[in-house]
């Protein structure tokens, strides 16, 4: 495929192709594809390996000046976060709370804080508010010991 060569220095996240034709297709919900779903580790081999062979679609460029370390959120748990929070409607400024702070919330959070949300971060237990508060969280809230829809800070009018 154009642009793209042998030994490139790629990524690849959970969904990586699709038919485009069937209905999900047509709707643009290529990851419910029933025809032709692509997933690495089930339609081809997976992650975790330093060469594979992966549908040109699926390829998003990783530059030699990101660390794999760093580059790994930015794919299958990094575009999930970041495409649920651009796709949410919510504008700088809007309260968002993130339910979980593991493999998928800590990203939330981080992405939440940098898009300029005031970002709660709920979790179970109190172990998790000073990670909460690392990545950035405004606020903490345990769902052990409180409800969290009580505790969440009123939304300013717009």
């Given at each position: ?35 032709a779903p ?96 690392e990545l ?13 829809a009580a ?8």
């Open positions: 495929m154009p642009g793209w060569a042998v030994k490139d220095r790629v990524g690849i996240g959970w969904h990586d192709g699709h038919c485009g034709y069937c209905d999900s297709c047509q709707r643009g919900d290529f990851v419910t594809c029933r025809v692509q997933i690495p580790g089930i339609s081809y081999d997976g992650g975790y390996c330093d060469f594979l062979i992966a549908p040109a679609v699926a390829l998003a460029r990783i530059p030699d000046a990101l660390s794999a370390v760093e580059a790994a959120p930015l794919l299958c748990a990094g575009i999930t976060t970041y495409n649920s929070l651009r796709n949410s409607g919510a504008r700088a400024g809007d309260i968002v709370a993130v339910l979980g702070v593991g493999g998928l919330g800590h990203l939330g959070v981080q992405f939440a804080v940098k898009m300029g949300f005031e970002t709660v971060a709920i979790a179970r237990g109190k172990d998790k508010e000073a990670l909460s508060r950035g969280a405004h606020h903490a809230i345990d769902s052990d010991s409180q409800d969290p505790q969440l800070p009123p939304q300013s009018p717009p």
